[in-house]
């Protein structure tokens, strides 16, 4: 199995910085991408964020290109996601899911992180 831990939320002031990791144990030989998610109150589960663990390709959804850089250390078997310029619609639980080999969608899950971004 996979186990995935995510740290780095807190409360922040808009316009601040965070960054989140999330690090993988277990068989994290079987990870081939990182996605991250965040569900505000009331809201739909969004995908915000995804990393390819063997190149380090990298997608973004619109709400968060060009403030969120997501990045990884292979060696560590940690991703990170860098957040800038953030603004309190940021503020939501983030989570990191783990790809598997050969599978689409997300087959590991950490326990979620809060971020708050106050205006």
């Known amino acids: 199995q996979v186990q995935l831990v995510e740290s780095g939320g807190g409360l922040v002031q808009a316009g601040g910085s965070l960054r989140l990791s999330c690090a993988a144990s277990?068989?994290?030989?079987?990870?081939?991408?990182t996605g991250w998610f965040r569900q505000a109150p009331g809201k739909e589960r969004e995908l915000v964020a995804t990393?390819?663990?063997?190149?380090?390709?990298?997608t973004y959804s619109d709400s968060v290109k060009d403030r969120f850089t997501s990045s990884r250390d292979n060696a560590k078997n940690t991703v990170y996601l860098q957040m800038n310029s953030l603004k309190p619609e940021d503020t939501a639980v983030y989570f990191c899911?783990?790809?598997?080999?050969?599978?689409?969608?997300?087959?590991?899950w950490g326990q979620g992180t809060q971020v708050t971004v106050s205006s």
């Open positions: 899911a783990a790809r598997h080999f050969g599978l689409a969608g997300f087959q590991s």
């Open positions: 277990g068989r994290t030989f079987r990870i081939t991408a």
């Open positions: 990393i390819t663990w063997s190149d380090g390709s990298t």
